[in-house]
């Protein structure tokens, strides 16, 4: 589906954006019977309230949707959201309330309110539009609601329909829709080019394992986007129960945040050479499946000993890491859903994030503030080296003890990269419960707070 503004129309119904604090102000600007009847009918201003009016002798159609108090409006994200959701079907122009430095962000959660999965099932469309607002620029917020839309169904889509190949197809598309060119080495051809452990946690399915590697722009700084790209995880021989498998079509959040980002800054001619590489694998079980105290060559050369065949995403990435770094790429970052120990440290909100390199961090950090796309540091602490290296091997897959989870992960990634322009996304790619312009399913973390960051963070 296509994320779009309306055009602009002659009957496009007026919309007033009306806070609790100017309510009562807003409605006495009204006829006096109209400003009674919409207190009567109970508009305070509060998120996700809605209030239309038929046209009058004296009035033309109006509507208002409430915009909550500061305090509330901090405690979410897309306030107009919520309300133009509930909204009858019809065009809407904002008139009045909307301020000038939330209106990119608004305009952006209305298309996102938009957004429906409908793959499998018929659902009824939003019926209100939006005609872009005064000074948003709407081509660029449409490509970043399209490359966001991107992430959001390739996340919801099964593994049924989104093994391997066709995680490989959809970048393909993508390259197509762009002038891209790629390349994809599939299966045993992995062993020919020295991609042993994307071979090794991927050789168990019957949809063979591969490394599709996109390029795009050839002027600019170079930025290398690895996105993790596990179509479906089972856990492998250490097994997954149930419950914690009940998601693993998620699993590739990764590759699907990175080509949503591919899709932003490919549409909108960012001066970057750009290259994406995914590992996309599914980890099963079967007599050829990769086992607990196996060991693995990287392609980097460094020995990995597997203590739980569960943790598989790092041994992908790594693979996909080291080949990124042998060309020396300004800036390399992996986004992926790799740990639960994330999740557990800030929820399924925030994206987590590990760099040591102050001018990313601080490009990153004021970027995630101002598109409302929140990130959160984690450090890559030296200390904990000691707990990725077991007794026979450079590395260990899965250190004992549990602590720390997702910095002993994100350390492991470091060893196969040998700069500090390395940053590591370990993101959630899920809504659990349906909020303003987020519907319960996949969705994109970190991705719009990096794009309106990479201008600054390439150019340091």
Same mark, same amino acid.
């Given at each position: 589906m296509s994320l779009c503004f309306a055009p602009d129309a002659p009957d496009a119904i007026g919309l007033h954006i009306v806070s609790q604090e100017?309510?009562?102000? $807003?409605?006495? =600007?009204?006829?006096? /019977?109209?400003?009674? $009847?919409?207190?009567?009918?109970?508009?305070?201003? +509060?998120?996700? =309230?809605?209030?239309?009016?038929?046209?009058?002798?004296?009035?033309?159609?109006?509507?208002?949707?409430?915009?909550?108090?500061?305090?509330?409006?901090?405690?979410?994200?897309?306030?107009?959201?919520?309300?133009? /959701?509930?909204?009858?079907?019809?065009?809407?122009?904002?008139?009045?309330?909307?301020?000038? %430095? =939330?209106?990119?962000?608004?305009?952006l959660g209305w298309l996102l309110a938009a957004y429906r999965f409908d793959r499998y099932k018929a659902i009824a469309p939003m019926g209100a539009k939006l005609v872009a607002p005064e000074g948003v620029d709407a081509a660029r917020v449409e490509i970043i609601a399209n490359g966001e839309a991107l992430t959001r169904t390739l996340i919801n889509t099964p593994a049924s329909d989104m093994g391997p190949p066709d995680l490989e197809q959809a970048a393909r598309d993508l390259a197509t829709e762009h002038g891209a060119k790629i390349e994809v080495i599939v299966g045993d051809d992995l062993l020919a080019s020295n991609l042993p452990m994307i071979h090794a946690v991927g050789r168990?399915? %019957?949809? /063979?394992?591969?490394?599709?590697?996109?390029? $795009?722009? %050839?002027?600019?700084?170079?930025?290398?986007?690895?996105?993790?790209?596990? *179509? &479906?995880?089972?856990?492998?021989?250490?097994?997954?129960?149930?419950?914690?498998?009940g998601l693993m079509k998620k699993d590739m959040g990764g590759a699907a945040a990175v080509l949503g980002l591919a899709h932003m800054i490919m549409a909108t001619r960012v001066k970057v050479q750009l290259r994406v590489l995914i590992p996309a694998v599914e980890n099963s079980v079967s007599s050829n499946a990769f086992r607990p105290q196996d060991i693995l060559t990287s392609r980097k050369g460094l020995t990995v000993e597997i203590n739980n065949t569960d943790a598989e995403g790092r041994l992908v990435l790594a693979d996909a890491l080291a080949l990124a770094d042998?060309?020396?790429?300004? =800036?390399?970052?992996?986004? +992926?859903?790799?740990?639960?120990?994330?999740?557990? #440290?800030?929820?399924?909100?925030?994206?987590?994030? &590990?760099? %040591?390199?102050?001018?990313?961090? #601080?490009?990153?950090?004021?970027?995630? @503030?101002?598109? +409302?796309?929140? @990130? $959160?540091?984690?450090? &890559?602490?030296?200390?904990?080296?000691?707990?990725?290296?077991?007794?026979?091997?450079?590395?260990?897959?899965?250190?004992?003890?549990? &602590?720390?989870? *997702?910095?002993? /992960?994100?350390?492991?990634?470091?060893?196969?990269?040998?700069?500090?322009?390395?940053?590591?996304?370990?993101?959630?790619g899920w809504q659990p419960a349906a909020a303003p312009a987020r519907a319960m399913g996949g969705v994109g973390q970190g991705t719009r707070a990096l794009f309106g960051a990479i201008d600054r963070i390439l150019t340091r």
């Open positions: 100017d309510a009562n102000g $807003w409605l006495d =600007q009204l006829p006096t /019977a109209v400003g009674d $009847w919409a207190r009567a009918s109970g508009f305070t201003g +509060a998120i996700g =309230q809605v209030l239309t009016l038929p046209p009058t002798d004296t009035l033309p159609a109006l509507a208002a949707v409430g915009y909550g108090s500061a305090t509330t409006r901090a405690r979410g994200r897309f306030a107009l959201a919520a309300g133009a /959701a509930k909204l009858p079907a019809g065009t809407y122009r904002i008139i009045s309330g909307l301020p000038a %430095d =939330q209106a990119e962000n608004e305009a168990a399915s %019957d949809r /063979a394992p591969r490394l599709i590697d996109m390029r $795009w722009g %050839d002027k600019g700084p170079t930025l290398t986007l690895v996105g993790k790209g596990v *179509c &479906f995880d089972t856990g492998g021989l250490d097994l997954k129960p149930s419950a914690s498998m042998e060309e020396k790429p300004d =800036q390399i970052i992996s986004m +992926a859903t790799l740990t639960g120990a994330a999740r557990v #440290a800030v929820g399924p909100d925030l994206a987590p994030y &590990f760099s %040591d390199n102050s001018v990313f961090v #601080a490009a990153l950090e004021a970027s995630a @503030v101002t598109v +409302a796309d929140p @990130v $959160w540091r984690l450090p &890559f602490h030296t200390p904990y080296e000691s707990m990725i290296e077991p007794a026979i091997a450079d590395l260990d897959n899965a250190p004992k003890g549990g &602590f720390a989870g *997702c910095i002993t /992960a994100a350390l492991f990634l470091r060893r196969f990269v040998t700069d500090s322009n390395y940053a590591h996304f370990d993101i959630y």
